[in-house]
C-alpha cells in the first residue's frame, strides 16, 4: 500500500500562484507515475498533470504553460501559476505503477480561485 499526503491549496485571486506538494509513503517501490487531477463541482475528475519516474511529463492542454509538475524522490510538487477561476477544483494527487492509472490517491485539497 502507498499513502498519499498533499499540501498546499487555499484561496487566491485570478492571475495568482499555488503550489501542491505531495509526500508517498509505504511501498513507494511500487511507484512509476506519479500526478495530479482535480474534479471541480459537478464534473468529472479529470489529469491535470504527471510526471513519470525518468521525468516525463504530461500535461492537460488548460494548463500548458500555467502549470508545472516536479518530482524528488516520491515527492511531487505542482506549481501553478497565472490561476483562472476555471482551475477552482479538488486536487487530488495521484501515484501508480504505470500499468493501473487510478491506483493511488490523495484525500484531497481545495483550491479556488477568485475572479
Known amino acids: 500500500q502507498v499513502r498519499l499526503v498533499e499540501s498546499g491549496g487555499g484561496l487566491v485571486q485570478a492571475g495568482g500562484s499555488l503550489r501542491l506538494s505531495c509526500a508517498a509513503s509505504g511501498s513507494i517501490f511500487s511507484i512509476n507515475v506519479m500526478g495530479w487531477y482535480r474534479q471541480a463541482p459537478g464534473k468529472q475528475r479529470e489529469l491535470v498533470a504527471t510526471i513519470s519516474r525518468g521525468g516525463i511529463t504530461n500535461y492537460a492542454d488548460s494548463v500548458k504553460g500555467r502549470f508545472t509538475i516536479s518530482r524528488d524522490k516520491d515527492t511531487v510538487n505542482l506549481q501553478m501559476n497565472s490561476l483562472k477561476p476555471e482551475d477552482t477544483a479538488v486536487y487530488y494527487c495521484?501515484?501508480?505503477?504505470?500499468?493501473?492509472?487510478?491506483?493511488?490517491w490523495g484525500q484531497g485539497t481545495q483550491v479556488t480561485v477568485s475572479s
Open positions: 495521484n501515484a501508480n505503477d504505470g500499468i493501473r492509472p487510478y491506483l493511488y
